[in-house]
């Protein structure tokens, strides 16, 4: 079995404070290391280390708070912390600045210390949210496991970006996710029909109460819920065998539905008017 122990931190920032959130984060990944030796990846919610602040409250410096260009002061803390704990570590997402412009960027540290990916949020909660749009889809291969793509938050709602990481071949989407409203129910929804179109695990880790509503999932292959926490701090250990995904692939979901099969066999059939009449072109894996 390729098998990747997952521990998703549903947590909250400390507001307002980036030094003391720092600090809380890294004490609860260490737990989190320590209650799950075996843990190979540790996640967190998007933007918990620029210490957002409280609901509803004016934050006029939600967006300077603490960006700061990839690599930073912050990014070697956190890389830091990966390597002493000995596990892959995307925390959440940062604010990145680069050439005047500010991203919400997720990035994923190797247990060496080593930041393997950088992916900026391509679809950012308009108009709430006035961060730069990325361009691109970002995967990375954590040697004897498999392959794992990063998405963020609203990034969810579009089907575009899921259906783009498993076609680069993508056999977990990170999600990191920071929602304070009541629509959470429908990202589930999503994520779940996220994993079940393309065969993926999905690890939708949300912000704690009062900092989000809470309820992350881990979402397996078949779209089938595995865990899913409540409002408040908890850690959902999830264990993921990655030839599930290899398996659903071949034989079908629940044994039945083949859709990357489908779409290789129906290749030139269809072209999709909404992306300039292009055609499916099937994954190199398929």
Not at 105 to 127: D, H, L, M, N, Q
Not at 146 to 156: E, N, S
Not at 184 to 191: D, F, G, H, L, N
Not at 276 to 283: K, R
């Amino acid at each position: 079995m390729r098998v990747l122990s997952v521990a998703a931190i549903q947590t909250k920032s400390v507001p307002y404070d980036v030094e003391a959130t720092w600090q809380r984060f890294a004490r609860q990944a260490e737990c989190a290391k320590n209650l799950g030796p075996e843990v190979d990846v540790i996640v967190a919610p998007e933007l918990l280390l620029s210490a957002p602040g409280e609901f509803l409250q004016p934050d006029p410096d939600a967006d300077t708070r603490s960006a700061a260009p990839i690599p930073s002061d912050l990014t070697t803390r956190i890389t830091g912390l990966a390597r002493r704990l000995g596990v892959w570590l995307v925390p959440g997402s940062l604010l990145e600045e680069d050439n005047g412009r500010t991203y919400n960027t997720a990035i994923a540290v190797s247990p060496e210390g080593e930041i393997v990916a950088r992916y900026r949020k391509v679809f950012p909660w308009r108009p709430f949210e006035t961060t730069t749009p990325g361009d691109s889809f970002i995967t990375f291969d954590i040697p004897g496991k498999g392959r794992v793509g990063l998405a963020i938050c609203f990034d969810g709602s579009f089907p575009e970006v899921s259906r783009q990481l498993a076609w680069l071949g993508a056999e977990v989407i990170i999600q990191p996710t920071l929602t304070t409203t009541r629509d959470r129910e429908m990202e589930v929804v999503m994520s779940r029909a996220n994993a079940f179109v393309n065969q993926v695990f999905v690890v939708n880790v949300n912000g704690a109460d009062p900092s989000g509503v809470g309820e992350s999932v881990i979402v397996d292959p078949e779209g089938t819920i595995m865990q899913r926490a409540r409002g408040g701090e908890e850690i959902l250990y999830g264990v993921l065998d990655l030839d599930r995904v290899t398996q659903a692939r071949e034989y079908g979901t629940f044994g039945i539905n083949k859709p990357w099969s489908q779409l290789k066999d129906q290749r030139g059939i269809l072209s999709y008017p909404m992306y300039g009449g292009a055609t499916f072109q099937p994954p190199e894996w398929s």
